[in-house]
Every structure is written in C-alpha cells, then in structure tokens.
DNA sequence: TTGTCAGTTTGGTATGACTAAAAATAGAAT
DNA sequence: ATTCTATTTTTAGTCATACCAAACTGACAA
C-alpha cells in the first residue's frame, strides 16, 4: 500500500509508522486526546493499527520528537498539546547545541539584544496604560528585593517580560521564555553581587523613564546598554564551551 | 504543577539508545563524521555498541529527530552538520501546525515584520559601503524581472535578504530562510500581476532611499508599509486553515 | 487508615526472520 | 574497452516472540 502522505513535508514517505503518526497526530490536534495526560501504550497502538511492536514505537518517538508527547523512561508517554511555547523549547534544545560553534553564544544573545530593542521602542510608541502600570509593578518589584539576589533575578526577568507582552502577541512572550531557559542556567554561576542589582535597577528605572516620556531612540539606546552590560556580566560563564 | 526544567537534563535516562546517541553525537559534532555522507549502518552500530537492532533503529531515529542526521526510506542516513538552518527547519515544521490555532499566521507574519523593521532602521544607521551596494544590486534585479512575476518573486526575496545579512550575524539569515520557506507554498496560490510588481519595485526603491538618507524613522516607516501591504495580499490564501 | 507485597501493565531490550528497495558486482552485448 | 543489463549482496522496514525491570494496581494485613 503506496500512501503518499498528502502535501507537505518530505518526499517519500512510506513508512508504516508515519502512517500511524498521522492518525494520533490529528487526534492530538483534535483535542480527542487531552493535553493532561494518557496516551494509549504501545500494546494499544498495535491492536488498533494492527502494526508490530517496532512501528508502534517508532510512532510513539517520532511524535515525541515533535513535542507532541512527553515521555519518561518507563512511563506511558503523556499528550503534550503544541503551543508556541513546544516550539521554542525544541528550538532551544537545539540551541543548546549549536552554541559549541564559534561565537555561537555571542550571536544568540544578539538576538536578544536585537528584540527587546525592537520592543522597547514599540514601548515608547504604543504602549498603553495598562503596560505601563505592568512596568511601574514590575519595578517596584525589583526595588523590594534589591537585597535578595536569588529574588532580584527573578524579578529581573519579570520586568523584562514585560516588554514581550506590549505587542499582545503570544509569540513573544514565548521567546523570552526560551532565552531565559536558555541563560538561567548559565546565569545562577554568576557571582551576585547588591550593588550589581542597584545597577540594574536604575538601568531598568531609567528605560522606564524613557518610555514614560515616549522617546523609543533613548529607550532603545538605554536597554541596549544594559543588555551589553548583561552580557559582560555572562560572558565568562560561557568559556568553557 | 510545573515541573523545574533548570538543571539540565532528565534525571532518570537508563535508555541504551541514549548512550549511543551520545556517542555518535560527539562523533558528529566533532567532525568525526564529515557533514557530506554515509553513517554507519545499523548492522554497524550493532557490532560496535554491542546492541541490539532495535537500540540501534531507535538511536538512530533520534538523531533523526534532532535534526543531524537525514534518512531517506530506504537509504542510508546522511549526516547533516547542524547550523542554524538546521533549526529554523525544525522550527518551520512546527509553526506549520501551529498555524492552525486562530490568528497563528498572522500572528508568525508579525514576528516577521517586527524582524524587518528592525533590520531596515539597522540598515539605515550602520550599513556599510557593501551592505548597501548590495542592495542596489538587489533592487537592479528587481527592476530587471519586473515583467516575469515569477523571477520577480525570487528577486524580492532576495532583495529582503539582505537586510538580514547586515548584522553579520548567521541567525538572521536563517530567520529569513524559514519565513520564506514558510511562505513559499502559499505566495504561489497568489495572483500574480505585474502592476504588484511594480508597486512592490517602488517600495523597496523607496525603503533603499530611505536608508541612503540615513533615516531609520521613515525606512521602518516605509517597510511596515511595503510588508502590511505584503500581507494582504497573502492573507486570504490562508484562509482555508 | 495506612503500609506492605504480590500480580499486572508497560516500556526497554534482545533475537531471529522475512521483504523490498537500493547498491554493488558480475556478465553480456556492442 | 565501454556500456548496458542481470544477478548478488547489503540494508532498511517490518513482523513475531520472548524476557526483564520499573511502574502501576489492588488486595490484604497492621
């Protein structure tokens, strides 16, 4: 049986398992099988597709190479509904890896740079009310732990969220996200220090302020400063790689 | 009940395959394995992991799945270096499902725009010498295929990867890639008329100027405009998801 | 009610076998 | 000798079976 899989994706494909990735993918798709949890076991998937054991499995790891399944070493593999959320911890996963090239860190964290400039600016110039309350909560946040540099972190990246959020556009969010997985790691090796905090309270204070007087240039000029200052801060944690 | 994804891997990973996953990783990225061709088979792993077939099959398979290896049906796998491309292509695979939730598309055809915008305000107050020859060339090319729609499709795409090459940096290239791989299919289902081309000629005429004249205002300006523009010509051949 | 333990379910692995497609090789035809 | 073709070998895809160990279930005892 020749099933040429409809449109799409890679050219020939006939594999029986991909047959039956099909069929569980809609499921999943459908919501027929919940995000939660329980996906029907191998055994299952034999007596259904009436497949070997060696398709049923291999089904079972392509979707879990997709995202689209959870699973742990012994355990019946859970339904893992996509969001964009999925795509950027695949797509750091893989990250992860690429960062052993060349100045491979450096140019991610770029890219960071390079978004949150592009989002600040578009918080000088669009945001609203509510986004700028967001911010003021988000600051005083930072204010209240200036002292604790476990809680300063977190609030640290609550602040920076923020400015994810301005363009209503669940993608966003979803990126930073990812970096903050991504850096957190790297972040926590790195010596905390109260006055380091400060720095990076009035480095937030002072971007609010350029936003509040909705001149995205000198907000874009001081986020980028104080990402580059985060970089030399992480930089060296990176060497070894 | 989130689970706490800081500390690196999984802890409980007793899978043989993972092992000989990690083995043949290594063996990739250190060059072992050039990026052209021929893996070992699996009758080879087999002799030296001293595995089964079906450890064997399914490391395999997990490489597959993280994107450095390529297996064609009945073919030996192909080692694939990864780059960034790499990546995005995973990436691009998901966002293809992804678009299915309400306003998916137009959500990614932002991002894309915020991207560009970026790229152009960039282009107007760092481009060098090259950078900006470069798009002269680009925009010849344009004019060039202004009657062919179908050339002129690839000259446009063209003409917009340049902006992504300005930062030197290797991710944006592959950013652009997998919009235009995203986009590709359903550009074709447009209607293609050679006044578009001309107004899409103009815009980025304009765009060009706009950077030759050093403003990033009025090129970001001019690029919201040309890609808003863009998108509502594509819009409606996503209707259908 | 709670803790323990045996039975069941399920994933992980190992074998062995068979098919069909691809690659390699030998052989025939020019 | 070169090219084309037929045959052999290799290899991935699939199936069936079996065993183990971890996880789950539920009955039973404390």
Known sequence: MKQGS???AEPPTDRAADRVVAVLERRIYSG?????????SEREIIGEFSVSRTVAREAVKILVGRGLLEDRPR???????PGYGTVTNVLGGLVQHLI??????GQIFEVRIFVEAGLVRLAATD???????????ALNRNWDCIEDSEAFYESDKDFHAVFYTIPGNPVFPAIHHSFCDWLDGHWRMMPRLPERNR???EAHESILNAILE???DQAERLLRSHL???WLQVKDTFKDL
């Open 6 to 8: 409809s449109a799409g």
């Open 32 to 40: 027929e099988l919940h995000d939660g949890q329980m996906f029907p």
């Open 75 to 81: 355990h019946r593999p859970i339904v893992r509904k």
């Open 100 to 105: 052993g090239q060349p100045g491979g860190v």
């Open 127 to 137: 945001a609203t009310k509510d986004d700028i309350r967001h911010l003021r909560e």
């Open 199 to 201: 720095r990076n309270f």
């Open 214 to 216: 909705r001149d995205p």
């Open 228 to 230: 580059n200052d985060a």
